[in-house]
């Protein structure tokens, strides 16, 4: 069973930087894509950025592409994602989610993460 807890919402500016935590434990952590996903009031789930397992490539969704970085420590077993130039659009409950089975083309669909973090309010004031 794969275990994963968030940390690091809060409230910023527009402008301002947050970066957000995914402790992973019940796996082996190298094996794990990681993905990273958020839900605004009123709208669908959206991709935002994910990490391959062992080291591997790194992928960003256009509205968040050149702001936010995700990478993964293997000692701490935890992902992260850095959200800096945050903007009011980025408001929204982000979650972490992992598996060990994706292909490739699946990183970005959320129906295909077998776990889930609890979710963790990132909220950008204008």
């Known amino acids: 069973q794969v275990r994963l807890i968030e940390s690091g919402g809060g409230l910023v500016q527009t402008g301002g930087s947050l970066r957000l935590s995914c402790a992973v434990s019940?796996?082996?952590?190298?094996?794990?894509?990681v993905g990273w996903f958020r839900r605004a009031p009123g709208k669908e789930r959206e991709f935002v950025a994910a990490?391959?397992?062992?080291?591997?490539?790194?992928h960003y969704a256009d509205s968040v592409k050149g702001r936010f970085t995700v990478s993964r420590d293997s000692t701490k077993t935890t992902a992260y994602l850095q959200m800096n130039s945050l903007k009011p659009e980025d408001t929204a409950v982000y979650y972490c989610?992992?598996?060990?089975?994706?292909?490739?083309?699946?990183?970005?669909?959320?129906?295909?993460?077998?776990?889930w973090g609890q979710g963790t309010q990132v909220t950008v004031s204008s």
């Open positions: 989610a992992a598996d060990g089975r994706l292909i490739l083309s699946s990183i970005r669909n959320g129906d295909q993460y077998d776990y």
């Open positions: 019940g796996d082996t952590f190298r094996r794990l894509t």
């Open positions: 990490v391959r397992s062992n080291g591997g490539s790194t």
